[in-house]
């Protein structure tokens, strides 16, 4: 809109596909003079208005045109182990896809300190889906001193997105024995489930954690895990969901200030 304070702000909430063009006057918003609120091409402001229902925002793409808006991954963890002196083996998992075309692992050069795609490492995307996907390659020439890697994520229509970097424990090793110390919240299995279901989760930290199941209405409903956690175990809690109704449900773990939600599908 011409003119230097009369712009607007809209924000659109979907429950499918997410349109090539824009659907006309959003039913939330729009913000009719961005003069006299703190909103600013450089802010993004969101408002929890209701003191009944939660409004969850798990993605936020910014982009400077509608085909562009959707958010093309979810990433849910992204980790590395050496698997020989000069082997690497990269793994990653992502919670939901938008248009994913794949991936491709970048790895540092130590004389440029710019990251170089690795041609060969390229593994296909799921296109759309909301089930979390796990990807692995495996670098067979890791012999650089200072091991760094990141993911660039590239879409249907050539869009590109980077996620990291990780850098490599040179004292690291793949062992059955050894769980990754990372704060990580796995997916439930199975998922959907009826009535019962599995949730395994490790911690970066030691100390108190939690564990608690919510409905969509951000109401807790179950409370797994309530302890002491270690870094680097691994624990697996069960949930039992016999005496609820079929739906969605949020999972949510708590540890040292970090903190990761997942959702889980419950068919009876």
């Not at 680097?232 to 039992?240: A, D, I, M, R, S």
């Amino acid at each position: 809109i011409s003119g230097s304070s009369n712009d607007l702000v809209s924000l659109f909430i979907f429950t499918g596909t997410i349109p090539n063009t824009e659907p006309g006057t959003p039913t939330l918003g729009p913000v009719a003079d961005a003069a006299q609120t703190d909103i600013n091409p450089g802010t993004i402001a969101l408002r929890q208005g209701s003191l009944t229902y939660n409004l969850i925002v798990d993605g936020i793409r910014v982009a400077d045109s509608w085909l562009e808006a959707p958010l093309p991954i979810q990433l849910s963890s992204f980790v590395g182990y050496f698997i020989s002196n000069n082997s690497v083996k990269l793994e990653w998992e992502t919670i939901s896809e938008i248009n994913n075309f794949g991936f491709y692992v970048e790895k540092l050069n130590p004389i440029t300190n710019l990251f170089t795609t690795i041609e060969e490492s390229f593994q296909p995307g799921a296109g759309n889906s909301f089930q979390p996907q796990q990807y692995t390659w495996t670098d067979e020439n890791a012999t650089e001193p200072n091991l760094q890697y990141r993911l660039k994520q590239v879409d249907n229509n050539g869009l590109e997105s980077y996620f990291g970097p990780i850098m490599l424990n040179p004292n690291s090793a793949e062992n059955p024995e050894v769980i990754p110390v990372e704060f990580k919240l796995n997916q439930n299995y199975p998922n959907p489930f009826n009535p019962k279901t599995s949730i395994a989760f490790t911690v970066a930290n030691s100390g108190f954690t939690t564990l608690k199941v919510y409905n969509l209405l951000g109401n807790e409903i179950s409370t797994l895990f309530n302890s002491i956690a270690e870094a680097g175990k691994k624990y697996n809690v069960e949930f039992n969901a016999s005496s609820l109704p079929s739906g969605i449900y949020f999972y949510k773990l708590s540890n040292s200030g970090e903190i990761q939600t997942r959702k889980m599908l419950l068919l009876k």
